[in-house]
């Protein structure tokens, strides 16, 4: 085949020594064994045409049969999916690093919350804050996820509590959405904690949030409940997540961090798209969570900043055929962890989970818990181009070599953004 007779790509990555490409059947989440299958390819190369996959196969029939306008080495490397962090409070004012001390030093994380410290903390400099700060501060945040490999993100409201407020986070995330090259995906969390003003009135703040709900839909695609001791209560859950389907959210919620208040019940009956963090729930339950369909969001970057003996149960959640995905939880309390990379070095050495799982549990089955399956978390046919190089031989070395950036080119839409 003559030069003019082949196909001609706009971008091919080549010599790819592992190409992770995570395809396979993308309208469902991986469970259980399928977990572990990356669909990878060795000795591989991929074509990028207007800013989608359009072929993937051998490096050798690269060379045959195809060309591209230009073309990446790889150099023998890891080549895989941009991470995607399904669980973030990316927008905030102010730093807890004093609290820190006192979490090291034996005091509770629900003891500095009843105290009015940790959430209610940063909620006070968080209004204080101009929505062009909070975007400039974001910014860079963002900038720094992006050059650790996050191409795609949720970021949750929660530190405004009160509709103005919420609304100015809310405007801020849009924001980052449109003039960021990151796919953003934006959260309500106005039921984050019960603000100070309304701790001898739960009622009338469980109202209030209720009643703004209509007025936040237009910026927000999810809506999330911190079911939790010392947040939200079942019951006060319950209200809320009947208001927000009737105004057509989808479901998201926080719940077995410190305690179980039932919030695998609510995810079941509500059919939340995820149940994020996890780590006190009863064995009993994880049949009826594998049964509803929602994913289950760890957190490993919570319990290893608080020093918590308590993990969430990953081994039995994947045996128990719950899909399971993995987030940073970026906030200024309980996980300033900015990098996928370092979660997943957590998940295999706290949740015990296996290099390839938690690698698909940062690609394809954290684009399922933010509904974006079909664009990003695998390199398949026809979807955004967001790949990784890593500067790494085999993808078990991403966990093993903890504490580095290993991202040392990164695609987005077939775009090279970092270099």
Not at 263 to 279: E, K, T
Request: charge should be positive.
């Amino acid at each position: 085949m003559t030069t003019s007779q082949k196909k001609r790509f706009d971008l091919a990555v080549v010599n790819c020594g592992e190409l992770l490409t995570l395809a396979g059947d993308d309208d469902r989440p991986k469970r259980g064994k399928a977990l572990s299958d990356l669909a990878l390819r060795k000795n591989a190369a991929i074509g990028i045409s207007k800013g989608k996959i359009d072929w993937v196969g051998s490096q050798k029939q690269y060379r045959r049969s195809y060309s591209a306008r230009q073309e990446i080495n790889a150099e023998g490397a890891v080549v895989m999916p941009g991470f995607v962090d399904p669980h973030t409070h990316a927008v905030f004012a102010g730093s807890r690093e004093l609290e820190w001390v006192q979490k090291i030093t034996g005091t509770s994380y629900l003891d500095i919350l009843k105290s009015g410290g940790g959430i209610l903390n940063t909620v006070e400099k968080t209004n204080a804050a101009s929505q062009k700060t909070l975007f400039e501060k974001a910014k860079t945040t963002l900038q720094t996820m992006l050059a650790q490999g996050t191409t795609s993100l949720e970021i949750k409201s929660g530190y405004g509590l009160n509709l103005q407020q919420e609304l100015k986070i809310l405007k801020v995330i849009r924001r980052l959405n449109k003039e960021m090259v990151l796919d953003v995906v934006p959260t309500y969390l106005g039921a984050h904690v019960i603000p100070k003003s309304s701790q001898n009135n739960r009622s009338a703040y469980v109202k209030e949030v209720i009643e703004s709900l209509t007025k936040v839909k237009p910026y927000a695609t999810f809506c999330d409940v911190f079911c939790e001791e010392g947040a939200f209560t079942h019951s006060e859950s319950k209200q809320i997540f009947q208001a927000a389907k009737s105004a057509g959210f989808q479901i998201k919620l926080h719940a077995g961090q410190f305690s179980d208040l039932g919030g695998i019940d609510l995810a079941s009956s509500f059919h939340a798209v995820s149940i994020d963090h996890l780590d006190v729930i009863k064995k009993k339950d994880i049949p009826k969570l594998s049964d509803s369909g929602t994913m289950g969001v760890l957190l490993p970057g919570v319990s290893h900043f608080l020093a918590l003996k308590k993990h969430a149960p990953a081994r039995d959640l994947i045996d128990g055929n719950v899909p399971v995905a993995l987030a940073t939880d970026f906030n200024p309390g309980s996980s300033p962890c900015l990098s996928m990379q370092e979660i997943i070095h957590l998940a295999v050495l706290h949740l015990k989970m296996t290099p390839a799982e938690a690698i698909s549990a940062a690609t394809i089955n954290a684009a399922h818990a933010l509904g974006l399956a079909q664009q990003v978390g695998s390199l398949a046919l026809g979807k955004q181009a967001d790949l990784l190089l890593l500067d790494l031989d085999h993808y078990e070395q991403l966990p093993y070599f903890f504490g580095s950036n290993h991202v040392h080119t990164i695609l987005k839409k077939g775009i090279v953004v970092n270099a």
